[in-house]
């Protein structure tokens, strides 16, 4: 209804503008810039009703302990500010932009990768994020707006350090399962019935303790006397809670480390 009134309003101002009348060609104009005011106002301030034009962060796996996740510690490291540089996240981008072909191709065929993957600074609350500008059919147009997937830097900082992707994969396939879900239409948040069921069948990390089988990582970050240190750690989901369901994993993690540190 609001175009249809305003396609009227404009055509309006088209038919004084073209008045030989001064008077009215002065009213056509104030109307076409009233009526772009408005469009411009309208989808770039805050709206009451709409709050889904707000940026909304969806399905963050967890970076620190949360029962009744497990968290054991891999390893401890000093953070070189010259080892993220620009380059190579552009060189990383590239690899996780592969990633995420490749796992849509095996797991979601029908969806096809429009999007891209942006560095975001150290949050102790998430590993990653997926952003959506919300609820879609709200727009102007039909199409759904590319919604970029955010990766923590400490998580790509440890990919550098101990040249091993596996430190963020866990958190890619979360983060891409929720664009894929949603792609397709599908209940793609945190504790929805699709998108948990989803990281069942595909082994992939929940943030729902109950519906998580497989591992993932946590970094926390803090600040010394001399200098900023990172701690990597296994997150262990309540399924393997024995020692002897993570033990194996948790020394192959150890001395990999351990190794990529001398």
């Known amino acids: 209804m609001r175009k249809i009134i305003m396609i009227a309003i404009n055509i309006i101002a088209l038919f004084l503008m073209s008045s030989s009348d001064v008077k009215q060609i002065v009213v056509g104009v104030s109307i076409i810039i009233f009526c772009y005011l408005f469009l411009l106002l309208n989808y770039t301030l805050p709206n009451r009703n709409y709050k889904n034009y707000s940026v909304k962060r969806i399905g963050a796996p967890i970076l620190s302990a949360r029962k009744p996740f ?7 490291y000093k953070v070189n500010e010259g080892v993220l540089t620009e380059k190579k996240w552009e060189d990383l981008k590239l690899v996780l932009n592969s990633f995420a072909l490749e796992f849509l ?27 959506s500008i919300g609820l879609y059919k709200n727009l102007m147009f039909t199409e759904k707006p590319i919604s970029p997937i955010l990766v923590n830097e400490s998580f790509l900082y440890a990919v550098i350090k101990f040249n091993d992707f596996g430190i963020i994969k866990p958190v890619v396939e979360h983060e891409l399962v929720h664009y894929a879900l949603w792609k397709q239409g ?5 504790h929805q019935e699709d998108f948990e069921n989803k990281l069942l069948e595909l082994n992939v ?24 240190e990172d701690t990597l750690s296994l997150v262990i989901p ?3 809670s024995s020692e002897k369901d993570y033990k194996q994993v948790l020394e192959t993690y150890i001395n990999k480390c351990s ?4």
């Open 105 to 131: 191709h095996t797991n979601f065929p029908d969806v096809e990768w429009d999007s891209q993957f942006y560095l975001m600074k150290y949050d102790e609350r998430v590993a990653g994020a997926f952003m």
């Open 238 to 240: 309540p399924s393997k």
């Open 70 to 76: 497990k968290v054991k510690k891999i390893a401890t």
């Open 259 to 262: 190794r990529s540190d001398d």
């Open 205 to 228: 990390p929940s943030n729902n303790p109950e519906n998580s089988n497989a591992y993932g990582f946590g970094i926390e970050r803090i600040e010394t006397e001399n200098g900023i």
């Open 186 to 190: 599908k209940k793609f948040g945190d």
